[in-house]
């Protein structure tokens, strides 16, 4: 067996290829070769003893110990690559293996020798270690038990702050951030935050039954916070809450939450912060520390692990980040309003006294009703008592109410005819407040329902041309006369028409009579 160890030792102490070759009795050619693919994979002294030439012989030329058995290698890198993808199993990749060695006439390695040896290889040449985590598949989160504090400037009072950890099982990758508070708001941040610094978002994300993101976890119903459930769906992940007492279905982070302890929180255990984001400084700081330092018995590191085995399969960020909201339930009034922190935004008046579920964000007010958002509103700041209603919410004959404006008022009058608007002109000309003209006009709009515009413009020349005082009292008495004459005068052309239509006179000759002239 060659002396790889060896080799790799001189090689660290400067020495040149042909001394190399020379001092372990190797030809040239097999020492470039061992160097070249320790460079590749990033294997470095110093070695310990368990690294012995076996092993790095094993490490850096996995293929050979396969080939001496006489069955159709394995690509493991292939494997590992594939094994990252959605819905990818070793039993599918190990029946494509079985496929390509019937087209070559190889022969195969049964499904639990490729497992295994799959696993040995994960296990020496990976850093994820382990083979039941995919990469970029689960991203476990929690709140360190140990917290660290801040320095109030004023009082000199150490307020206490809480570390929010997340990690990436499959390279060890972990995330840290110090909050003033545990709520859903900080949840929420704290998310955002190490989503963005992994660069991408897992398919799974395994929190604890804390109550700011989950409400009920039990084996026969899982019920989300609202807000936590709508950022999952915003990064196009699935919760998969921890049961309950089980700290073994996220181990991962209790772990790193142990180390994270040590390395972050006791590290900073002498220094004085006086604000969260000093405080957060010095946590980045050590963070990085902890996410490059070399694992002890595996080459690499946390970080260099995440970019070799598992960036590539987190999915992409989208374009904005979640912006928190928080729900809340209300009850339509009877005014097809709602009351939301004060302050009332309309809904259609179909879904009075109905009881709706209401999203808040920054800029927004969403309501809901069976899932379905019935009314969006911007939201309103500043005194209490604002009132937010859209035109479209409302009853027909508030719409009619709604729309009394001068404007509007001599457009309507307008289109009736110019009498009409004669009227209206002198309504809002002569009224003591414009509401008492308002009133007056939308009393005379009202008649359109009963009269034609026709009938309408006829009362007000009438009315005109009695008098300059014209009132709308006056032009209702002349129309309900006009209607009155003009019903009368219909019957009458009835009747005259019937007697025309079905009346006879019979002439003198009719009954053998002559006439005079004769």
Known sequence: MLRYSAILKLKEQGLSLRSIAASTGN???????????????????????????????????????????????IDF????????????????????????????????????????????YANKHKATLRIRRKPGEVMEVDWAGSTTFIIDRDTGEKVKAYIFVATLPCSQLSYAEASLSMDLSAWITCHNHAYSYFGGSTQILIPDNLKTGVTRNTSRELILNPTYREMA??????????????????????????????????????SHCFSLEELNREVHEKLEEFNHRPFTRKPGSRLSAFEEEEKFALAPLPKHSYKQSSWRDAKVRPDYHISVESMFYSVPYEYINCQVAVRLTEQLVEVYFNEMRIASHKRLIGRFGQLSTNRDHMPDNHKLYIDQTPENAKDWADGIGPNTLKVIDFL???????RLALQSIFTLKKLERRYSKYEIERACKMVVSMTNRPTVKGIQ??????KKSDAEQELKRKTETANNHYGFMRGAAYYGGADKDE
Request: proline fraction near 6%; include cysteine.
């Open 77 to 120: 890198d292939y494997v590992h690559r594939e094994l990252a993808k959605p819905n990818v199993t070793l039993s599918l990749l190990h029946h494509e293996y079985e496929l390509e060695c019937r087209t070559n006439k190889r022969i195969p390695y049964s499904y639990r020798s490729f497992v295994r040896h799959y696993s040995a």
């Open 233 to 270: 769906e915003h990064y196009g992940t699935v919760v998969m809450p921890a049961r309950v007492s089980a700290p073994k279905d996220k181990p991962s982070v209790e772990g790193s939450v142990g180390v994270i302890s040590t390395w972050i929180i006791a590290a900073l255990r002498n």
């Open 428 to 434: 809002l000309g002569t009224a003591q407040t414009e």
């Open 477 to 482: 008495s002349i129309l309900s006369k006009n």
């Open 27 to 73: 030809s040239r050619q097999k020492v470039t070769e061992v160097i070249e693919r320790a460079t590749d994979k990033g294997l470095m002294g110093p070695f310990d003893d368990d690294m012995t030439d076996k092993w790095i012989e094993e490490f850096l030329f996995p293929e050979r110990t396969l080939e001496s058995s006489g069955r159709h290698p």
